[in-house]
């Protein structure tokens, strides 16, 4: 036998076990799952900058809806505080106020919201900015009340337990301050300073 004729069995052998492995491949390829890289997906999540109590809060607090007498021509509106918080009764000549506290004696907390014409008695003319307003030389912290632009003029040096607002209604006919009063010894102020911010959230005209 020549050496051509050992060669062929072999060759054949060959051939035969190289389509073995490439039909075993072919199946481990079509059975096995495919590898899924667990990577996280990135997504735009909206950024929520909200003062608005939590749910348990809203729970525990109660909202207000204040008419004052349509003759005086000041706006009503609505404003939430804690429901242990109690409206203090006025005379008729303090229509524009509304006062809450928390109990009567001692008084931690004391809320005051005012309303008043918008009118600079120097100028006979309504203010027709915050800081032509406030007075002051510089520019204050604002804060958004129901979609209003507020001046905090409260707390500063002298008055640091006071928290105050001031802001013009959606027709700029009336000037609005909110105040919080709190301990004088400061104990509260961490407690008022979040209390204050929750509250404002709460504030909306109705009218």
Known sequence: ?????????????????????????????????????????????????????????????????LQPDSSLEYKEYSIAVPSSWKPIEHSSNFQGTETFWDSYEPTTYKLIIQQEKNLNKQTSQPFKTLKELTGFPYDVMTKIVDGQQSARVLPRAGSESIFKVLFFSKDAKLIFSIELDTPRDGSKFKEGEVLFDQILSTFKFTQ
Not at 20 to 44: C, E, F, H, I, S
Not at 47 to 60: E, F, G, R, Y
């Open 1 to 65: 036998m020549t050496r051509h004729g050992f060669a062929a069995p072999f060759v054949l052998i060959g051939v035969f076990v190289l389509l073995l492995a490439l039909g075993g491949a072919y199946y481990l390829g079509k059975t096995q799952r495919p590898v899924v890289l667990n990577t996280p997906q990135v997504t735009d999540a909206p950024v929520i900058a909200s003062l608005a109590p939590s749910t348990d809060q809203a729970t525990n607090w109660k909202t207000y809806k």
